[in-house]
Nanobody, 125 residues
Framework: QAQLAESGGGLVQVGDSLTLSCAAS??????????MGWFRQAPGKEREFVAA????????YYTDSVRGRFAISKNNAENMMYLQMNSLKSEDTAVYYC????????????????WGQGTQVTVSS
């Protein structure tokens, strides 16, 4: 059974940087050409797409609000995915989830069938 585990969340100040990690286990996602994504959910809001990357390719995808500030990356050999978050804003405060699935629409939660438990990111002003 595949499992995903996020880490790296915390409390930071506006303008700070933070890197989230997602450890995948139980299957070889690169072999299956899965899409790996980051989503976030703020209190009282729906879960929203943040960024995605394909295990077998280098193409990356971002929602407009984080493009240029966040960077998604992966390490196929270690089955790890990362989200480097720079110039954090208070509106980035949310629980961040990593996810894996066949897609094909990378921004649609229905394309992901594996989810981590989430890690809290709080950006304080």
């Amino acid at each position: 059974q595949a499992q995903l585990a996020e880490s790296g969340g915390g409390l930071v100040q506006v303008g700070d940087s933070l890197t989230l990690s997602c450890a995948a286990s139980g299957r070889t996602f690169s072999r299956d050409n899965m899409v790996m994504g980051w989503f976030r959910q703020a209190p009282g809001k729906e879960r929203e797409f943040v960024a995605a990357i394909r295990w077998s390719a280098s193409a990356t995808y971002y929602t407009d609000s984080v493009r240029g500030r966040f960077a998604i990356s992966k390490n196929n050999a270690e089955n790890m995915m990362y989200l480097q978050m720079n110039s954090l804003k208070s509106e980035d405060t949310a629980v961040y989830y990593c996810a894996a699935g066949p897609g094909p629409v990378v921004s649609d939660t229905r394309g992901y069938n594996y989810w981590g438990q989430g890690t809290q990111v709080t950006v304080s002003s």
